[in-house]
């Protein structure tokens, strides 16, 4: 990580007041401090006293709700491989049904990796969306506003 930090140092000053990259200083720091804790942190009152900054928290988010997740690919999952079943329907013949024939995963309900398999390949096509789309709008209004992206 050292040459990391290196490189982001050398090319700090291209991006501060008055360098050439000035209007993609909200990008840089972003990435910047997604690698790296970054010095200021909050120390008095009424936020938290604490060493931890913002994006960690969010972090810690993230992990908390991890099993929320889960358990929403397993429950989606489940209810289609249910329906298949029940209706008595073929195996879906759309991209995610094709990835399951490949892998060699049935649609059986009551197989736990099966149903959360088949949840994930519903819930992450979702969330790239989400993600990049949220990404792109908080960049977006970071560098319009010269704030750093949280």
């Not at 994930?120 to 209004?141: D, K, R």
């Given at each position: 990580?050292?040459?990391l930090?290196?490189?982001?140092?050398?090319?700090?000053?291209?991006?501060?007041?008055?360098?050439?990259?000035?209007?993609?200083?909200?990008?840089?720091?972003?990435?910047?401090?997604?690698?790296?804790?970054?010095?200021?942190?909050?120390?008095?009152?009424?936020?938290v006293?604490?060493?931890?900054?913002?994006?960690?928290?969010?972090?810690?988010?993230v992990?908390g709700?991890?099993?929320c997740?889960l358990?929403?690919?397993?429950?989606?999952?489940?209810?289609?491989?249910l329906?298949i079943?029940?209706?008595?329907?073929?195996?879906?013949?759309?991209?995610?049904g094709?990835?399951?024939?490949?892998?060699?995963?049935g649609?059986?309900?009551?197989?736990?990796?099966?149903?959360?398999?088949?949840?994930l390949?519903?819930?992450?096509?979702?969330?790239?969306v989400?993600?990049?789309?949220?990404?792109?709008?908080?960049?977006?209004?970071?560098?319009?506003?010269?704030?750093?992206?949280?």
């Amino acid at each position: 990580m050292r040459p990391l930090r290196k490189l982001l140092d050398k090319a700090e000053p291209l991006f501060e007041k008055g360098g050439r990259l000035e209007s993609y200083q909200a990008i840089y720091e972003m990435l910047d401090t997604l690698f790296y804790s970054p010095p200021d942190v909050s120390r008095h009152a009424p936020h938290v006293r604490d060493a931890i900054d913002l994006k960690r928290v969010m972090g810690l988010v993230v992990v908390g709700v991890l099993p929320c997740a889960l358990f929403g690919m397993w429950n989606t999952g489940h209810q289609a491989n249910l329906a298949i079943e029940q209706l008595g329907l073929p195996a879906p013949s759309d991209w995610r049904g094709a990835l399951m024939a490949a892998i060699g995963i049935g649609h059986d309900p009551q197989s736990v990796g099966a149903a959360t398999f088949y949840g994930l390949l519903y819930f992450v096509p979702i969330y790239a969306v989400t993600l990049a789309a949220g990404g792109l709008w908080e960049v977006l209004f970071a560098g319009i506003r010269n704030h750093e992206v949280n």
